[in-house]
């Protein structure tokens, strides 16, 4: 009898397919995280945009732009501290689609009142970056208890001055209590900084900054140091240009953002800019000046 042929694959024709599987599947990984990697930039862009429309609506509302953060003195808790703390991103909830958050929040008494304990706890994905790995899963902690509050991941501009030195200088677009008009910024919209990045967890460089060693920013508040009530933490919510962006020596009160040689600004005008990391600093700080009458090239 004639013997019967098997049709199927030899060893040698099986390991070549599983090599070419292989080869296929290495090439379109890099293609896929490319494509994820986009859409998560293009997320936190338009996160920023949002905020852009929320802050000129606020200011088409009310005249000025929100503060800050408003520091209100509380001599019953401690003299010199701050009885409120609401920043900004409290404030254009409304502006957000957020009106019944806005409307959990008692604003007569501290943010760090019990009364305001589930409102300041809510995550808002509009406020944070989808490369920001820490801040969509951690708390932000205060004190011993702890008072926990909700990371973000973008912050308004202060201005070149020191934080930590005076919290009421006004060189910037958003300082403690103040009140801004588009008006005041005779630098132009388009050439001033309204908010930028900050993505929480470690320092870039660790242990460079004595007791400090991670970026600490919410959306809600700027919340007093339990143990030391007269500092006001205003850099919870605030940037000041002490380094370009992303500078390997930022600390708390600079902009580090979750992205490789750059950083997501969102300018005056609404619009948004990605500035490099290596950008000219004298120019990164006369971008952040809303009156410093500073002749500007290219960014």
Not at 159 to 183: I, V, Y
């Amino acid at each position: 009898m004639p013997s019967q042929r098997r049709n199927g694959f030899t060893l040698i024709e099986l390991l070549v397919v599983i090599a070419i599987i292989a080869v296929l599947i290495g090439l379109l990984l890099p293609a896929v995280q490319q494509a994820r990697d986009a859409a998560r930039r293009t997320q936190c862009r338009d996160h920023l945009k949002q905020m852009g429309l929320a802050l000129h609506n606020y200011h088409d509302a009310h005249g000025t732009l929100p503060p800050g953060y408003v520091y209100r003195p509380d001599n019953s808790y401690s003299p010199a501290a701050n009885g409120s703390g609401f920043s900004w991103g409290a404030m254009v909830l409304p502006f957000l689609e957020q009106a019944p958050l806005y409307g959990q929040f008692n604003f007569s008494v501290a943010v760090f009142a019990a009364v305001n304990e589930t409102p300041r706890e809510v995550r808002l994905p509009v406020f944070l970056c989808p490369n920001d790995s820490v801040s969509h899963e951690r708390m932000i902690e205060m004190g011993p208890a702890p008072e926990r509050y909700a990371m973000g991941s973008f912050v308004a501009n202060f201005g070149p001055p020191d934080l930590d030195d005076d919290q009421e200088q006004r060189l910037g677009m958003f300082s403690r209590n103040s009140r801004t008009r588009f008006g005041d910024v005779t630098d132009g919209l388009s050439n001033t900084l309204l908010c930028g990045e900050r993505e929480n967890g470690p320092f870039r460089r660790a242990g460079s900054h004595g007791v400090h060693f991670e970026y600490e920013t919410t959306w809600c508040c700027a919340v007093r140091q339990w143990d030391e009530p007269e500092d006001d933490h205003g850099h919870m919510v605030l940037f000041q240009t002490g380094n370009v962006p992303n500078d390997p020596r930022s600390d708390d009160r600079d902009v580090s953002a979750p992205h490789v040689g750059y950083a997501n600004f969102l300018m005056g005008d609404g619009s948004v800019r990605g500035l490099s990391e290596n950008m000219d600093f004298r120019l990164y700080q006369s971008l952040s000046t809303r009156a410093g009458g500073e002749v500007l090239g290219e960014f």
